[in-house]
């Protein structure tokens, strides 16, 4: 017998309800409000009042009214066709849902129940599994889905048999598992997770040792992004986090891709919808949409779902890992989130912590943060977890409480910077700024030294002294005037320009510059570097600017061509002849 | 108001303060509208038989044994084709005479679209002013804001936009509007000839403040009915959302709320996200854009209301008074839409992207320049260029009162380039210069 429930008091959609049994914290609860059935999730309890927030409007409640109690926390179902779909914070289809609005109290089945998969065994008779352990597969596009052991199932089992290949639904019993005591367990390819616990079904969670490539210059090649590692994006309003978010979604060389739309604009989610059928994975020519789950919870849905929605993302995510895939899980923004929970906060009448966000909010961002990672699976294989969220810190200040405690949970730091998405320089990542933890991972370094060339890393960090030098001969420039300095600040000054505009500025609406991969990524640096090592004759520091505005000119022109096509090359032609009739001639001579 | 036979009449308030009331009574729901002492109030807080109501006007004489009435039923409006042509204010009653509305009750602030059935909007909005349409293009569906200080002629372009944007409908939703601005866009639209598209909501400055609230949702749902029953495009004017956002405030507080940033509510995001998430390009061809006015203090854009405002919407306006020129000019720096990315080079010439990008980069430059002139440092050959161009570009693109069409535009940005630089200094895609570019080689 489940606990029911009367409700009693109403504040916007914090309800209490007066309990007649045991309730636990987190556990699900639906309100009745007529007909309607209507979902919350407890939040606090005081005696006998349980305090729930409801993931819907509460308008027209009434005290008296009907609660039912569901005995477990939020869940998800975790099954072979969550990809493609788009769902709203409570994994709800929203193509399923009827109408042109979503009415309230609406559900609908995240995963189909009368599709057939093409069942391939893994195990066989007599195998020994534990929880997360592999015992099918079936093809879900072109991701392998693995049919595994449920999360839920604690100590080891042995396998007493397994279904045949074949076509199945989702609820057919794919295995039998005997436990310990002798008791049978059927398996089908269905299993339910509660979303605020981390899917712990793995060996060992060892440090990243790989990058994400995402096609973006100004992340792969100066500040990459380990796969399995945790990135945030903080920027002021127009500082272009939407857009980044979006071309690394497109571009990112990963598995599976989850999109959490977290509080944010509609219009953008539409954006995705419209677009993502139609584009094509560069890596592998499938469409991207196969590779993409959406969680939405836009900013006008129910506030309270919007906090389920990232756990939700993460959850289908953790799932996806132990099938041992790369998945990337792009949040924007997790600030809305947070912002969720100080309305929540707030309505429960707690004390405040700074900007009125709840004492905790460091805690639970870490936790949260945590849960991404490389891990090695009981069978040996690797599966991971990329985190990368948006953060919107409120007036752009980088010191608000979201932005602090993300600093401390998240290993890459790209900052979007006012100044930059002023002058257009897209994407506004401050070269300054921006870091990546994992450049000074051994492990890291190695695999770049592997993956694009011996000592990357020390030519990334000239890169960056070499940018920041620039800056520095700027801000002399600026204070002493054109002719008040020598030309080599000029100089300086220009070359930085070079690295800003050829390998930093990215045209993201461009087909071919949106989109650079690794090896264009390093024959551009090193051209670029090379032109920065060398000495040119100028005729005052007019000159020096115009010299550089032309090959800044060509060096664009080249990044709109196709890679090694008879136009790159004749750029390139144009550029070695430039820079040739500036050059100081060694002493040598040639 | 009308009684209904079966409602039970309260005589007992307990509490009083100046925005709410509360009494001990049953049976009562959320979000549930009342009257009190014959001024209409709202359900906002239920504990056990204890219920607090925001009473809109103020509670002033209200008395401890003021007649209380629930209705029992939210807010709603009576939604019919006659809405056109008509002024009401925030209860939805019409202003300067008038019968009441007939028409099909709609519950205000309802019900959330579905983000699955949106359509991506594309249909550009075509204003004549470069600093819109070439910079920052408005698309049916969205939603942008004007950052303006008070003293801005905020209310002049949003009226010019709204007359120029072809819209089936304009809504205007007038919050602490002054009498004499109120007058100004009554007098415009019926100068216009443009009445009987028209449906006003207006709180002005002399109406209580927490009125305020009602009138977005009031303006919203008459915007739905056109949009979503009848296939329009619906263009809305808020004016002006810091007023709304003051109101949240007052009721926040009074309600012993605990403040954010600004004295602001916790949820003035996801409050203001109610209102703006109702712009959308639907299926059946009608939309509704909103066009809004968030006044700054002191050009102040990290104020929570601007802050929250710009993560919301698609973009902001700022107006600026040009020194060199003397005009209004639409801020190319600070401005920005979003959405232009759907329109511009697809459903206007090819080369708007690359044109409206160099010609905001050279207008840098010349602002750069200008700093340099201002600390007292020699100009350069390009930086004097530079200033020219800026003078050129302010005076025949940016300033508000040119109106011409977009390829209009884009060629007199070329002449201007080709005027005052190289090629190289333009820096744009070769196909694009081979093609558009107006001077010698």
């Given at each position: 017998m489940n606990t029911t429930g009367k409700v009693s008091g109403i504040i916007s959609n914090i309800v209490i309800v007066k309990a007649d049994g045991p309730v636990s914290q987190n556990e699900i609860c639906y309100v009745s409000l007529g007909d309607i059935k209507m979902m919350a999730e407890v939040i606090k309890v005081i005696g006998n009042d349980a305090y729930v927030q409801v993931f819907d409007s509460t308008r027209g409640l009434k005290i008296g009214d009907k609660v039912e109690f569901q005995g477990h926390m939020l869940e998800v179902t975790l099954a072979p066709g969550i990809l493609t779909h788009s769902y709203d914070g409570l994994q709800n289809d929203l193509a399923k849902l009827d109408g042109l609005f979503i009415s309230r109290g609406s559900r609908t089945e995240p995963i189909d129940y009368e599709a057939k998969w093409d069942f391939t065994p893994l195990a066989k008779p007599g195998d020994k599994v534990v929880a997360g352990d592999w015992l099918g597969e079936v093809q879900e596009h072109w991701v392998s889905h693995k049919i595994m052991v449920p999360f839920a199932m604690e100590g080891s089992y042995t396998v007493k048999s397994v279904a045949d290949k074949g076509e199945y639904t989702v609820n057919d019993t794919m295995a039998v598992l005997v436990d310990s005591e002798g008791k049978e367990h059927p398996v089908t390819m269905v299993q339910k997770w509660p979303v605020?616990?981390?899917?712990?079904?793995?060996v060992e969670k060892p440090r990243p040792s790989k990058i994400m490539e995402t096609g973006v210059r100004a992340i792969d090649t100066f500040n990459p992004l380990a796969e399995g590692g945790t990135g945030f994006i903080p920027g002021p309003f127009g500082a272009g986090k939407t857009v980044l978010q979006h071309a690394i979604s497109k571009q990112a060389d990963a598995d599976v891709i989850i999109f959490v739309a977290c509080g944010e604009r509609a219009n953008e989610v539409v954006e995705v919808f419209t677009e993502f059928p139609e584009l094509e994975d560069p890596r592998t020519g499938h469409k991207l949409m196969e590779r993409t789950t959406i969680i939405c919870n836009t900013s006008n849905m129910p506030v309270a779902a919007r906090e389920a929605s990232v756990y939700t993302g993460m959850t289908i995510g953790e799932y996806y890992r132990a099938m041992g895939l790369k998945v990337l899980i792009l949040a924007d923004s997790t600030s809305r989130w947070a912002q969720a929970l100080r309305e929540m906060s707030n309505r429960l009448e707690e004390l405040p912590g700074q900007d009125a966000f709840p004492m905790d909010l460091s805690a639970i961002i870490s936790n949260f943060y945590a849960r991404a990672g490389l891990v090695y699976l009981n069978n040996g294989q690797t599966g991971s977890v990329t985190f990368l969220g948006t953060v919107s810190p409120a007036g752009g200040n980088l010191k608000e409480p979201v932005t602090e405690s993300t600093k401390k949970a998240a290993r890459c730091f790209y900052a979007l910077a006012q100044g930059r998405a002023d002058s257009k320089r897209y994407p506004a990542i401050d070269p300054q700024d921006s870091y990546s933890k994992y450049l000074e991972y051994p492990e890291i370094k190695e695999y770049l030294d592997k993956r694009i060339e011996p000592n990357w890393t020390e030519l990334v960090n000239r890169g960056k002294t070499l940018v920041r030098r620039g800056k520095e001969a700027n801000e002399q420039i600026n204070i002493l005037g054109d002719d008040g300095v020598p030309v080599e600040y000029h100089d300086r000054f220009w070359k930085s320009e070079l690295i800003d505009f050829v390998i930093l500025q990215q045209d993201a609406f461009d087909a071919i510059d949106a989109n650079c991969p690794i090896e264009r990524q390093q024959y551009m640096f090193k051209l670029v570097l090379s032109i920065c090592d060398k000495e040119f004759n100028y005729d005052g520091f007019e000159d020096c600017a115009s010299f550089f505005k032309g090959l800044i000119n060509l060096f664009k022109q080249m990044n709109y061509a196709e890679w090694q096509s008879d136009k790159f090359k004749s750029y390139r032609a144009q550029i070695d002849q430039a820079v040739a009739e500036k050059e100081v001639k060694s002493e040598k001579g040639e | 108001m009308e009684t209904k036979a079966f409602q039970k009449i309260y005589t007992k308030i307990d509490n009083i303060t100046k925005a709410t009331v509360s009494l001990r009574a049953t049976g009562v729901g959320n979000d549930e509208l009342a009257t009190v002492g014959g001024k209409l109030a709202q359900v906002v807080k239920i504990n056990g038989e204890n219920v607090t109501l925001q009473v809109f006007s103020g509670t002033e004489g209200i008395a401890t044994d003021s007649e209380v009435i629930f209705h029992g039923e939210p807010p709603k409006l009576n939604v019919s084709d006659n809405l056109a042509g008509r002024f009401f204010n925030a209860y939805g009653e019409p202003i300067e005479g008038g019968k009441q509305l007939d028409g099909e009750p709609r519950e205000i602030g309802g019900p959330t679209v579905n983000p699955f059935k949106r359509k991506q909007p594309s249909e550009l909005i075509a204003t004549g002013i470069a600093g819109i349409d070439l910079n920052n293009t408005i698309v049916s569906g969205q939603k942008i804001p004007f950052f303006a200080d008070p003293d801005q002629p905020y209310n002049q372009v949003m009226a010019m936009v709204a007359l120029r944007a072809k819209a089936d409908k304009i809504i205007l939703g007038g919050m602490g509007m002054t009498n004499d601005d109120f007058l100004f866009f009554k007098n415009v639209f019926e100068n216009a000839g443009a009445l009987d598209r028209i449906v006003s909501f207006v709180n002005t400055t002399e109406n209580p403040p927490v009125e305020r609230l009602l009138v977005p949702d009031m303006a919203l749902t008459a915007a739905e009915y056109f949009a979503?029953?009848?296939?329009e495009k619906v263009l809305v004017l808020l004016t002006d959302m810091t007023l709304y956002a003051d109101a949240l405030a007052i009721v926040s507080n009074r309600m012993d709320q605990i403040p954010s940033k600004d004295s602001m509510p916790g949820s003035l995001y996801s409050d203001l996200a109610k209102i703006y998430e109702k712009a959308v390009q639907l299926p059946n061809g009608g939309s509704i854009t909103i066009i809004a006015v968030t006044t700054l203090s002191g050009g102040d854009i990290t104020h929570a209301v601007p802050d929250n405002t710009g993560y919301i919407t698609e973009g902001q306006l700022f107006l600026r008074n040009d020194s060199d020129t003397g005009k209004v000019i639409v801020d190319p720096f600070r401005s920005l839409s979003r959405l232009k990315q759907l329109v511009i080079g697809k459903k206007t010439r090819e080369d708007h992207p690359q044109v409206m990008n160099a010609a905001v980069r050279l207008y840098a430059d010349a602002a750069n320049a200008k700093t340099k002139l201002e600390n007292g440092f020699d100009l350069s050959d390009y930086d004097e260029r530079t200033l020219k161009f800026a003078k050129d570009y302010s005076e025949k693109l940016l300033s508000i009162d040119v109106n011409i069409d977009i390829d209009q535009m884009l060629d007199t940005a070329w002449t201007l380039f080709a005027k005052y630089f190289s090629k190289s200094e333009v820096a744009i895609k070769e196909e694009l210069m081979a093609k558009y570019w107006k001077g010698a080689e």
């Open positions: 605020k616990k981390p899917i712990k079904a793995y | 979503v029953d009848k296939g």
